[in-house]
Structure formats: structure tokens, C-alpha cells
């Protein structure tokens, strides 16, 4: 066990306090934030208790409040917007809305630890994270103490490095150590794995977890995934508009949730269980304009809502034989039964629809065994991209400043079916976005061979759509712009652009909107429409919903479903999320560090992964009932790939041939494991794999 | 900080010292002024000319005189005056440091003014305001309106300072620095000292105003971007104090900006010296040059704009490396 103790006994000292006394206790928290004059209530009357020891999971959308509810309970509300206070909040027994600021400070400085949710910016980038540490700790023997307890490997050498010189989730353990430092009885932690990789994701919510129950110190982990609450927290609180929904333990809240909004977020939610032949089940979008409503905020978006939704605000009230469950909705009772009829309703009206849906999944190619031995062939019939052995460096400079080669893309060949959807999966790193890049014609590869589409016919769709769109140009303008080249009149101009907004579902009011009036899914859309108002042969997405919320999320991959279906295009979809890979690709490439690791049909590829890397990220993805992995390392720097295959010191089965320079690296086709012994049944033409131990062990 | 940064930072100044001489020489090329008649004055024979511009060795090829004048810069021979007939390094010797005196003080008094600037609004000190409205007007108006508007109220009106000159009763410029609150400091004449900071501040602050706004304008914006950082943030979670905060946290991630636009204000106001030196009766370069424009006395001027463009450029190459020190990622 790692020594998690603090050096002082001063958490141990014994507090007027029962040991059992909560250490927040928020009573009707309101607060209410300005922006350009007009004031709103972000907070509207919070509840809410906080234990020692516990992970409470405090889970909801952009706008639901829970960074405020965050800020609020560190006293650091941003003094630019004004904030007022009303309500009781008293975090370790300081009154953090009341009180004197000398006296929140020291409760900040004694009683509480932060984790935000970018390490990068959350880090001062001109100062040692020694020092940084020391600030907190008080001195370099106990940063250096509590650097090892987090699991930075060598903290003295560490003390000395800037934040950039630091990987990802070093950088928030760094963060993590100058938040338990002091032992402080409350740790805020705000989405502290959003902005890192799945796989280092499971190990940062791996040490919250154990230093929650090493120190006895409650832990607030704010998060939009349910399924990263449920794999950490002891309860759950869902948030929705300022108000909670619904509280309760996880696995209560998970599997028996009474909110219409907690079921609908859950529903939304993707797992590798989810259909994949139907569109994904959505929430209402929210209402625009986000203007304050009568009655339960939900109502406007709930499907059970009746007329006293509208009317009264519902308390909070804890269920009937359901001790420590509480549910903010006047049909808690019957909530989950009536939803599941209705979801079963929906779900046999989209099985009626299905003609409609989303295109067919391509039939495998069966037979064609060479299908991945294609280094010395053209382009087939029939494929819309292909390269070759594709190779892309950069010269850039490395953590210490100096010239260094990064081969982003280490050979990489690929066949790209026309009308077939392809998802590229691998974490920061791996070279996904750079074939992507390669793919649309906006980066240019320094070895091996593409063929394929460029121009108009090869359309791209980003991860930021805000920034994406330019934002002094209306909606109209920019759809418009691609119309240029086929001499169209006005009239048909018109025509054509209000179709393609109708196509992505936006009303022809959004026209004369500029990005910055649009919410970040509309944006979306728009960037959609923008991509499909000329049909391309091929869509290329960044990402583009890895931004957005679960319900927007889902909404916006139905409608590159659908695109796809109705105008025939190929996909090309990158993605550090399998669960969405699963989703939208008929088939899935796993890449590593520059090369791909592994292909196949999506279906089979989440069965039975055969590459290790592929089964480390498989089990990394968040579920509602997956126990928190443990998956070695980080993904190793692309400066410095390992030889042979990349993935080999962080691989659990790694045999010192995948050491060796030119095995395991390129990609071999697999027969499907169930029928025959794997080496003599026919290979399944599309799987492969590129491992020495071909997935057997 | 690496060695690689500072060894380009070194290249890139020789470099611009060896564009600024060959700029001077292309000037001094194509001017109209034959170096040899205006040496010899208007009486002088043809003859007589030829034979001091063989001398002179202005009848050499262009590229072996460029080598010739770019060798007298590295052994700080700038070549003869036409007026005073003597060598413009000596010239330059005895009235820079007179400018200097005046650049360094009034460079000084520009960086207080930019921190208080930036600083009374960050803190919201008492008075912020006030002091800001004042350095804004004052610094709408051109430097030498400023310098007589100082001349007519605190000196002609109150009388408080002095209004033209280094010193009361002649400037004694014998002194090892040649700076004359140095000098007095160092030969143990403290009112010496004093008599020259009394000459120093109308002409210094004159100086100073229109470089204070721009830097402290610079400075107060990202000390304000640099408040909202997300690291900031993170440091008053540890609850650390306000102070604490500013200092460890705020200052050093926002005096980037500031420094370049230091390194810019440098060379303005050795621009802007000229005039206030014509406008208090200063005794350095500015009257030097503005003796010498007028007879088109091409050495003394090349001279000066090569010892203040050498300026400009070292100011600027310290203001990067300075950028590098603060900033570990910029020293790459």
C-alpha cells in the first residue's frame, strides 16, 4: 500500500465534530450570476450533504450549474460576474457564503483540495511543479511525499520539470497531490478525466478513489458520465437547471433511477450493448433561449409531465421504502414504468421506420482473403480512399525545446469501401486526426501512397464547430459559399440552403444567425450542412461530438447516420471513444501511435478484440457496471515510439520478440475465433491484427 | 533556458548590427555629399579633390570600401566630422552621456509610472483612476508641447526646477561616467548629485509619459487576462493569499507582453530625446545631430543613427531574452 498518510497528524486531531458530521452541508443554495447586465439563477435551491469518506457524484449536463455549485463551495465564485449568494453553505464548519474572506481562505487552504478539470491551464506553465506542490505542501520532503503517493514515478526528478514538460495525466496527479496536500476533509474534483485519455482516465479516477478511502476525506467528483460516477462514487446526484433531480446510492440511482431525466440520461447514454440498428434513443432538446420556467424545469422536455409540472416546483422529498433515495418529480412513483412503455413504444415505431434508418451495415467481404495484404495493389473497385505504407512526419520540438522528427503516421494502409462507414479509434497520439487530415487533403504525407477523392468531394466536419465556423459570417453565408461553383440563381440558391438546414433538422429562422447565436449542437449542424449541402463522396468527422453533451451527442450522430443513408456517402469517423465507434462505423481500425493496430467489423472487433491494446481500451470505456480497470502506463510519447510494436511496455502479454523491430507491426489477417481452430479457418477478409500473438494469448 | 536560445538570440543581433551598417553605407552611397570636397571646404581645387579622395579612399571599389567602413565600426572609427573636423567617435563620446543620463533616468521613471499604471488598476488602489486620466492626457499631447507646458508651469510659473541644462553653473563632464548623478555620487558630492536630478526630471519626465502609457497599457491587460488563468484559480484554491497570488502567480506570466513593448518604447524614446533635448537646452546627441543635419555633415549623422539603431537593437535582444528568462517555454 502507498503511504497516503499525511506527515502531520493534524487531520487526525481529533475536531469538536461526530466523526459522521458531513463536511458540506449546502440548505436551499441559490446563486445567481450576471452576464452583460442581466442577471440569472444558476443555482435555485440546492440540498445537498457531502460525507466524510464518501465520492459523492454530482452528474449533469453543460448548464445544469455543477461548476458553480463547485466554485461555490470554494468561495471562489468569479467576482467579474457578480455572484449572489443566498441559502446556507458551511464546508468543514466555515460558513463559505457568510463568512469572513481571511477565514474562507484558510478553510480553502486547510480543509479543502481542488482537482479542475484541465491540468495544462490549471497549472501555472512558468513555475516548477515543485514548487507548485511546496505552495500547498509546505515543504519539498512532503511534495515529494505526496507526488509518490499520487504515483508520479521519480518525484524528485519531477520537482524540477515545467507543467509542459509533463504528460497528460502526470500533470493531474500533480494536480491531485496539491489537492490532498494538508489532508484537507473535502476534495472538489471538476471533471478531472475530461480532458484526458481513456485509458489514463481509469487510473486518475483510481487514485481519487483510494485516496478517498486512505484519508477518510469526502470527494465531490463532478462529471457529465453517469458511468464515470458509477465507477467511482459511493452516491449519485443528478442536476438539472440549478435544482437536483435526484440523489441517491449509485447503484440505486443507476439501476433504478425514478427522474424522467436521470432515465433519459442514462438512455442516451452509449454502451456496447446499445442497438446499433436504430437510431439512438434522444432526450427533448432543450428548449431555446434557456429562459427561466414555471414549475419543474424538466417539464418542458419530459414525457411524462403533467399539468402540476407546469405549476409547482416539486421538492425533493426522499422515496417511500427507498431509504437515502430522493427524487424531485411528482410521478417518482410510477415514472420508471410509464418511461419503459413509452421507450418500448419508440422503439417499435423505429424498428416499423427502419427502411428509413440508418443505412444497412456493408456486408463483409467473405473470401477475399488477401483483403489486407494490399501493399502491392491499387485501388480496387469499388474503394473510395486507399493508401499505402502512408507516412507522415513533422519536425516540432520537444519538451526540452529541441528540433525533434515525429513520425505521426508509421505506414499505414487502408482500404475505404465506398458507401462503407469507417471509425478510427485511438487516444492522443495515435495519429488519427493526421490520417484524417492526410485523408481530406489538408496535410501532406511524406511517404507511401494515397489514392482517392480530393476537393468538394471530400468534406470534413470538426470537433469545435464554434471555432470551425467563421463567426462574422451568418449561416446563410456560410452554407452559400459552397454553392459558388454550379451557376445557380437566387431562387434555387435559396431552395437549396433552406433544404440542407431542413435536412440537419435547424428551422429556416437560423439563416440569418451567426455561429456565436447558435448552441454548440446547433453549431454542429450547421457544420453538418455545411459539409452535405454539395453530396460529398466523402465525410470525413473530427470528433464531432466529443464536445457536446450525451443527448446532443446522440442527436448529432443519428443525423450523420441518416445523411449518410440518404445521400450515400462514404464515412470516415475519428474517435477516442469506442462505445461511439461501435455506433456509427461498420467497421472499427484501432491505432497506436502512428500505425494500426487492429480492424474488423464493428460487431466482431468489440466481441472478441484480439490486440491488447484494443482490449485495454475496450475495458477502459466507463460503463455502469464495470469495475474501474487497471491498465498500465501512459501512451508513450510519439517523439519516442517503442520498437517493434509500440504498444509493447505497457502490454500485459508482451514476449520479447514484440521488442524486435519488424515483427508485430504490420497488420495480419484473422479468421474469426468461434468456428475452427484459428489458424486454418477461413479469415474473415475484413479482421486483422497486428500482433505477434495474433490475440491467442 | 537553453544555450541554443540564447546563441540565436546572439546571431540574430550580429545579424541586424551588419543589416544596419550596410543601410547606413548604401545612404551614405547615394547622398549627393562628396565626403572629400565637403572636407576640403568650398575653395578647393579639383586637383586638390581627387588627390583627398585617393586619400580618403573613396575612388575604391564599393565592396572594399563597405569592408573599410565596416572594419572602422568594429574599431569605433566612425569616420571625421565635416564641421568639427575631429573624429564623430569623439564627438559622440562627449555628448552621449549626457543623452544617455537623460534615457536611462527618463527610462526609469517611464517603468514606475507603467507598473503604478497597471498595478493602481489590477489592485484597484485608491487613486487608480486619477493617475490613470492624468498619464492618459498627458500623453496625447506631442512630447515637446509637454516639455514646454512643464517649462511654463514649473518653472516659469512655480519656479521649482530648473529649466534648461545638466547642472546650475555649467556642466562638469569629467567625471568617470560621465553621468552626473553618478559622478557626484562618486566623488562624494551628494548636491552635485541633487542639482543634476533637478535638471534630470522635467526633460526625463517629458520623455517618459507617452512610453509609461504604452507599457503599462500593455501590462495592465495581461495582468488582467492573466488574473482570470485558470492557474490562478487553482492557486487561490490553495488559499493563498492575494499577495502571494499576484506576485508568484500573476506578475511573471504577464510581463511578456509588457517586455517587448519595453524593448519597442526603448527606441522611441532615443527617437523622442532629440526634441526634448532641443527643447531644454541639453547638452547631448539631439543637439549634436541637429548641429549637424543642417551642413550635411554625412559622417556625424550616419555616426549617431548607427551608435541609436545599435541601441534599439540590443534593447530589443535583451527584451527577448528577458522573455525567455520569465517564460520557460518561450526559451526554446
Redesign the interface.
Known sequence: MLDTQPATPESAAPTAEAPDTPVATLRDLRVSLSRDGTSSEVLRGVDLDIRPGEVLGLVGESGSGKSVLALALLGLLPAGSAPRVAGQLRVAGVDMVNGAEEERRLARRESLGVVFQDPMTSLNPTMRVGQQVVEAAGSADEAIRLLRAVGVPEPERRMRAFPHELSGGLRQRVMIAMAIAGGPRLIVADEPTTALDVTVQSQVLGVLRRLSDDLGCGVLMITHDLGVAGQIADRIAVMYRGRLAEVGPTRRVLNEPRHPYTLGLLASRLDFDTDRDSPLRTLVPEPAGGAAVAGCAYHPRCPLAVDRCHAELPGLPELPVRPEHSAACFRAEESRDRLLEIAHREAAAADAAKPTGPAEPAEPVVGDATAVEREDRPARPGVVLATTELECRFTVRDRRGRKAPLAALRGVTLDIEAGESLALVGESGSGKSTLLRVLAGLQKATGGGITGPTGGAVQMVFQDAGASLTPWLTVRELLTERLRRPRLDRAERHRRVVAALDSVGLPEATLDARPAELSGGQRQRVALARATIVPPRVLLCDEPTSALDVSLAAHVLNLIQRLRAELGMTVVFVTHDLSVARIIGDRIAVMYLGRLVEIGSADELVADPRHPYTRALLSAVPGLDVELPTIEGEPASPLAPPSGCAYHPRCPVATEECADTLTGIQLVPIGPRPPGPARTAPPSARRAVACVHRGEI | M?F??FGTRLASLVALLLVLSVVLFVLQEISATDAAAATLGPTASPEAIAAERARLGLDGPPVGRYLDYLGGLFTGDLGTSFRTKRPVTEDIGSYLPATLELVLFAFLLALLLALLFALSSTLRWRGAGALRGLLFVSSTAPTFLLGIFFLIVFYQQLDWLPANGRASGGAATDGPTGLLVVDGLLAGDPAASVDALRHLLLPALALAVGPALAIGRVFRSSLRTTL????V?????????ERAIVV??VA??SVNAALSMTGLQIGFMFAGVLVVESVFSWPGLGSYLGASIPVSDFPAVAGVTFVLGAVYIVANTAADVLQGV????V??
Request: aromatic share 8%; no cysteine; proline share 4%.
Open positions: 537553453t541554443r536560445f482570470d488563468a485558470e492557474y484559480r487553482t492557486a487561490r484554491a490553495k488559499g493563498l493569499g508568484r502567480h511573471r506570466n520569465a517564460d520557460p517555454r526559451a526554446v
